[in-house]
């Protein structure tokens, strides 16, 4: 009781008079919320220790080779679409559900359809991710998964974009929010960017390199259009409701959102700088790029102060320190891009191990903290009951960060002198490729690491559930035992 | 902003200046680009691949090389591909009229494979290193892929496409290990990785050789 007083306490503080009735609200979206939450963690520890034996396979190729599902060229994109369709895109829409529910105070529309939504979702994801590693990927950078998983998943989105722009439609309260913003646009462009890949590259696929063309802006939306939005709209509603104070300079708030809008729909091509394609389309890519430090510069504007302000608390609240941490690898991230999508340095950075040291970091540390602590914060309220074992979300942060850290600062740097090595003809290819060795090395460590600190949040999980669920499968025990007749309430 | 429809209207906007700029608008500047047919010998270039090539390319995809093989030769002020000898010019779009899907690649922890036919020469195929990379090269972390050779027990003479392996990696005496169709679909698809030929978009440059 005392856990669920403080909850409430803290709800009503973050609200304006009078409360509304965030019980009601919460109830309305439990089950969908939680189903996204939970499978989306599920597919995070899936990925994570796919890259973790991808890793493996790169420190000892010989071990496991008679198995070709096992091979590093199929691990690595089956870990990639596990980490962005299982645990990004759920955890994200899992929270931005309940954002949309919370800000427009209004129920969830048709929870019932959306959890059928994400049954689907997941479905389609385990058939895919096991199309991948059996050899029926389809080989286009960024879709690997087979056409018949992808509508499949396209499908199952539909029931829950369809009813969570209803739900935002049902707003109730006063202006719209930043956060509510985000969630709009990222529930309209995610099913727009994988129909139109879908057509044009797996299905109908162009000729020669408009394949790739289409791939490189597909990978660029799913990246600022979807993945970022999510997470924006997730840090623009915690930071300012756990800090208590109002993120500064918020009307530029709106700039970011239409800089975002705009750029990131242009920024993919900057990946296909130097290759073969039309000298336009990757100077396109690059100026969106650069152009993206716009809403990077507010987000650190709006959110930075607040941080700064109340550092004492960031250190201290399990939730903020995800999100502080997350704030600071997208200014970090978008910066190296931006520097980085400049010819003159991607003549030495890209496709080498500093490009994909970014991506990382952009993933693991920008999205997915955010996601992370996010759900730190609501799957308490949609129990109504504390994490059972606080200590193991320090647990969990701190193996993440110091995973994060050995993955991506030696591959960041390691990275560089590969680009410079590769450039220098008198330097043997072998010897360069050689020397990544060390790289790997540090990967498994950190990817084994963060693989601990996702397992150390699903037990923790579990653990809550199974707290929350006990009273009432006691009771449904006791009452089958003694056939009493007494009306038992579960809850 | 408290106006849901001009958000709404908003969104679609942004989003349709990128999808007509990089979806449709590449289309029509790119979609009936053709083999070029060179004046002087009357060749057209890039030729579909035969059948056996073409297979290969299926297996290659399915393996996930492109994980760490690149395919593509940057130009000579945005990289020192031509320098290190993966190509003698940068690759162009027309190069990849028939490469379905498209295994340009992101990352590189191998070498570029955009001319690798044009490498090997009249060299013999790399079976070896299909078979297991640490067989050529000391170190290499390239996944081997063993199930692509049959081990079977020598009847009368040796076959003429069985490994030779060198020492460390030998198999029973008495046994031999041959390459499936598989694998050598897969070599004629790699030895048919090769774009020396000058396009009008794109000269060839002499390149000094770097060993």
Known sequence: ??????????????????????????ASCQLPVLYFLLSGLAWLLVGT???????????????CAVCPAMTYGRLVPAAENALVYGFASQMGLGIGLWLLVRLGRTPLVASGLIAAGNVLWNLALTVGILAILLGDGTGHAGLEMPAYSQWMLLAAYMFVGIWGVQTWAHHTSGPY?????????????????????QLVVVTFPGRGVLPAITGAWFAGGIQHLWLTPLALAAIYYFIPVITGRPLRNYHLAVVAFWSLALFGGWSGPARLIG???????????????????????????????????????????????????????????????????????????????????RGFAYFHGFVALTFLGAAYHVVPRLMRRDWPAPRLVSVHFWFTIVGLALVVIPAAVDGLRQGNELNDAAVPAVKIFDQLRSVFGWRVLGLALMSAGNLAFLTNFGWLLIRCWTPGIRSAVALFIDQSGKSVTAR | MNRGPLIFFGILLT??????????????????????VSEETGQSFPQARPGDAAQ????????????????????????GDIARGWGS?????????????????????????????????????????????????????CAANPFFFTLRAVTGAPAVDALRLPKGFEVASGW?????????????????????VALPEAALKLVEENK
């Open chain 1, 1 to 26: 009781m005392s856990q669920t007083g403080t909850i409430a306490k803290k709800d009503a503080l973050a609200a304006h008079p009078p409360a509304p009735p965030w019980a009601e609200l919460d």
């Open chain 1, 49 to 63: 220790l796919l890259q973790f034996e991808a890793g493996i396979r790169l420190l000892c190729p010989d071990w």
């Open chain 1, 177 to 197: 929010y930043a956060s509510q913003w985000f969630l709009l646009g990222a529930m309209f462009w995610f099913p727009w960017l994988l129909t139109t890949a």
């Open chain 1, 275 to 357: 290759g073969p394609v039309p000298a336009w389309i990757v100077s396109a890519g690059i100026v969106a790029t650069v152009l993206l430090l716009i809403p990077v510069t507010i987000v650190a504007l709006n959110t930075g102060p607040v941080l700064g302000s109340r550092l004492g608390q960031v250190c201290e609240n399990q939730v903020l320190r995800f999100l502080a941490v997350a704030v600071f690898c997208f200014v970090l991230v978008s910066l190296g891009n931006a520097l980085n999508a400049l010819r003159f340095r991607a003549a030495v950075t890209h496709l080498s191990l500093n490009e994909w040291a």
């Open chain 2, 15 to 36: 989003f349709a200046t990128a999808w007509c700029g990089l979806v449709l608008v590449p289309h029509q500047q790119l979609g009936d680009l053709a083999p070029n």
């Open chain 2, 56 to 79: 290969g390319a299926r297996l290659y995809v399915s393996l996930g090389c492109v994980a760490c093989h690149t395919q593509q030769v940057r130009p000579e002020d945005g990289g």
């Open chain 2, 89 to 141: 010019r940068r690759s162009v779009a027309r190069d990849y009229l028939y490469d379905r899907p498209l295994q340009l690649g992101s990352q590189r922890l191998a070498p570029d494979l955009a001319n690798y036919g044009e490498r090997l020469g009249t060299n013999p195929p790399p079976y070896l290193h299909l078979y297991n990379p640490r067989a050529i090269t000391a170190g290499s972390y």
């Open chain 2, 176 to 196: 031999e290990l041959v390459p499936t169709a598989e694998a050598d679909q897969l070599m004629a698809y790699l030895r048919s990785l090769r774009f020396s």
